[in-house]
Antibody, heavy 119, light 106 residues
Framework: QVQLQESGPGLVKPSQTLSLTCIVS??????????WTWVRQHPGKGLEWIGY???????SYNPTLKSRVTISMDTSKNQFSLTLRSVTAADTAVYYC???????????WGQGTLVTVSS | DIQMTQSPSTVSASVGDRVTITCRAS??????LAWYQQKPGKAPKLLIY???HLEDGVPSRFSGSGSGTVFTLTISSLQPDDFATYYC????????FGQGTKVESK
């Protein structure tokens, strides 16, 4: 059973950089066929895909966030990370890390972590 | 980008009812469509992928159908544990979620 756990600061100041890490238990993030994904949910709202990093290291980002987002992976620590630059209050959300199987939807999710952007 | 529109936004139903939720895509996503259930304070749970494939461990009262631009999620006999918000999501081009459908008790 794949387990994912987000970690990072719960409070970020406006204009600064939001950085989160997802630790993956069980299985290697560099094994084939998986998309290591970040999704966020604004308070009381729906789900928004941020982007993913493929097991090979290639990335894809939501076009609306692409200029501010970087997703990277550290295979030695079996974890992947999200960096979101120049944050505003509109980036306040619960951030989920997740695993999307090839053609199989997002079957594994972390518990989510609330990040608040405020001075 | 592909927009996903769910209807209705809210469903009021009773235990035992048949519930159907519709998801429309702004352009064809073939069958690259998933459905999720989310309860308050919890991460979404995958129910259906590839439009009609039931995720392992998901009760058979859930079913999905459709292709192209119109998809449905059906709960054949609503159970107490099914009161939640449901989202569709396309993964044909990037990933986009619908706005959600809340299934509430009548």
């Amino acid at each position: 059973q794949v387990q994912l756990q987000e970690s990072g600061p719960g409070l970020v100041k406006p204009s600064q950089t939001l950085s989160l890490t997802c630790i993956v238990s069980t299985g290697s993030i560099s094994s084939g066929g998986n998309f290591w994904t970040w999704v966020r949910q604004h308070p009381g709202k729906g789900l928004e895909w941020i982007g993913y990093i493929y097991y090979s290291g290639s990335t894809s980002y939501n076009p609306t966030l692409k200029s501010r987002v970087t997703i990277s992976m550290d295979t030695s620590k079996n974890q992947f990370s999200l960096t979101l630059r120049s944050v505003t209050a509109a980036d306040t959300a619960v951030y989920y890390c997740a695993r999307e199987g090839d053609g199989e939807g997002i079957g594994y999710w972390g518990q989510g972590t609330l990040v608040t952007v405020s001075s | 980008d592909i927009q996903m529109t769910q209807s209705p936004s809210t469903v009021s139903a009773s235990v035992g009812d048949r519930v159907t939720i519709t998801c429309r895509a702004s352009q064809s996503v073939t069958t690259w469509l998933a459905w999720y259930q989310q309860k308050p304070g919890k991460a979404p749970k995958l129910l259906i992928y590839a439009a009609s494939h039931l995720e392992d461990g998901v009760p058979s009262r859930f079913s999905g159908s459709g292709s192209g631009t119109v998809f449905t999620l059906t709960i054949s006999s609503l159970q107490p544990d099914d009161f939640a918000t449901y989202y569709c999501q396309q993964y044909n081009t990037y990933l986009t979620f619908g706005q959600g459908t809340k299934v509430e008790s009548k």
